[in-house]
C-alpha cells in the first residue's frame, strides 16, 4: 500500500508570491491534516480536513488555505509569501477522524522563500 | 491551550544502553498520544499510538507508557542500535488536531 504522497518535495519561491502544495493520502483514508515544522516553533497544526470539510484550523493567518478534493487528496495554498514561510510541511492522513486512528505522515514539502 | 514538553531535548547513549525518552502534556483531556520517529530531512514515521484508556503499548524493542492524570508518557528504548539515532516527537491528539512535544534529539554511538 502506498504511503502519504506530498509533491512536490522542494520548492524555492520569492517573497510575494504564491504556491500549492499537494498531498495525497493513504488509498482509503479520508482525513488529512496539515503542519508546519520550522527550527523555532516545531511542528504546528495548520488545518484538518475530512469528508472535503475543514474541521479544525489552527492559528495561521488567513493566506494559509487548503482544500479537499472527492478523491481526498488535499491541496495546501500560502499566498503573498513571506520569508518566515520557509519551513517543512507536513501532510498527515488517517482512516477517518475517530479518536482510535494513527496518523500516517509524508515525506513533507521544503519550501525556501528567498 | 495544550501544550507538550519533552526532556531531554537531546541525549547521547553508547550503543546497547536501555534508555527513556519523556513527554507530558498541560491538559489531559486528549483522545490518544501518538510517538514518531523523524530521520533528517524526512517526514514522521509512526511508532506506537496510545489511545486515552490504555495504559501501555509495545512494539518490539519500544515500549511507550500513559499516565493521563498526571498528563505524562514515556518511550522505552531496549538495547539500543545506531540506526535508533533519529528525532524522536511526541504528539497529543484531540478533536482533530494533534499538539506536539520539541523532540528528543537521541544519538546512540557504535
Known amino acids: 500500500k502506498a504511503g502519504v504522497t506530498q509533491t512536490p518535495r522542494y520548492l524555492i519561491k520569492t517573497r510575494g508570491q504564491q504556491v500549492t502544495l499537494s498531498c495525497s493520502p493513504i488509498?482509503?483514508?479520508?482525513?488529512v491534516s496539515w503542519y508546519q515544522q520550522t527550527p523555532g516553533q516545531g511542528l504546528q497544526f495548520l488545518f484538518e480536513y475530512f469528508s472535503e470539510t475543514q474541521r479544525n484550523k489552527g492559528n495561521f493567518p488567513g493566506r494559509f488555505s487548503g482544500r479537499q478534493f472527492s478523491n481526498s487528496r488535499s491541496e495546501m495554498n500560502v499566498s503573498t509569501l513571506e520569508l518566515g514561510d520557509s519551513a517543512l510541511y507536513l501532510c498527515?492522513?488517517?482512516?477517518?477522524?475517530?479518536?482510535?486512528?494513527?496518523?500516517?505522515f509524508g515525506d513533507g514539502t521544503r519550501l525556501s522563500i528567498l | 491551550k495544550q501544550e507538550v514538553t519533552q526532556i531531554p531535548a537531546a541525549l547521547s547513549v553508547p550503543e546497547g544502553e536501555n534508555l527513556v525518552l519523556n513527554c507530558s502534556f498541560t491538559d489531559s483531556a486528549i483522545y490518544n498520544l501518538q510517538w514518531f520517529r523523524q530521520d533528517p530531512g524526512k517526514g514522521l514515521t509512526s511508532l506506537l499510538l496510545i489511545q486515552s484508556s490504555q495504559r501501555e503499548q509495545t512494539s518490539g524493542r519500544l515500549n511507550a507508557s500513559l499516565d493521563k492524570s498526571s498528563g505524562r508518557s514515556t518511550l522505552y528504548i531496549a538495547a539500543s542500535q545506531p540506526g535508533d539515532s533519529a528525532t524522536y516527537l511526541c504528539a497529543v491528539h484531540r478533536a482533530g488536531k494533534s499538539t506536539f512535544g520539541d523532540g528528543t534529539t537521541l544519538t546512540v554511538k557504535p
Open positions: 488509498s482509503g483514508h479520508r482525513s
Open positions: 498527515a492522513s488517517s482512516l477517518d477522524n475517530r479518536s482510535n486512528q494513527p496518523q500516517h
